[in-house]
């Protein structure tokens, strides 16, 4: 059974930096497509970005361009968000998913509980 789950969310000052992490068990994440996702309160979950197995990035919003940068450890198996100079906006629930290689980052099948982000101004 995939556990994912996800780690590092807090509360940040606008224009600091915050890591999250993901690990999800009995998977290794250079053989599947890894996803961020996010969702703020009253608002549909959105894609963030997305690491193909074979290391191809895809960024879903544009708004975290130059901001957010997804990356993956195969030595630790662990995935990464590194958010840099964050906004309030960027407040929410943050997500991490595994997905089948064979899809262009789509089909997300196992899901975290989520890691909360919280942005101060």
């Known amino acids: 059974q995939v556990q994912v789950v996800e780690s590092g969310g807090g509360l940040v000052q606008a224009g600091g930096s915050l890591r999250l992490s993901c690990t999800a068990s009995s998977l290794r994440l250079n053989e599947v497509n890894m996803g961020w996702f996010r969702q703020a309160p009253g608002k549909e979950r959105e894609g963030v970005s997305c690491?193909?197995?074979?290391?191809?990035?895809?960024t879903y919003e544009d708004s975290v361009k130059g901001r957010f940068t997804i990356s993956r450890d195969d030595a630790k198996n662990t995935l990464y968000l590194q958010m840099n100079s964050p906004k309030p906006e960027d407040t929410a629930m943050y997500y991490c998913a595994a997905g089948p290689r064979n899809a262009y980052c789509k089909n997300f099948a196992y899901w975290g509980q989520g890691t909360q982000v919280t942005v101060s101004s």
């Open positions: 690491i193909r197995w074979n290391g191809e990035i895809v």
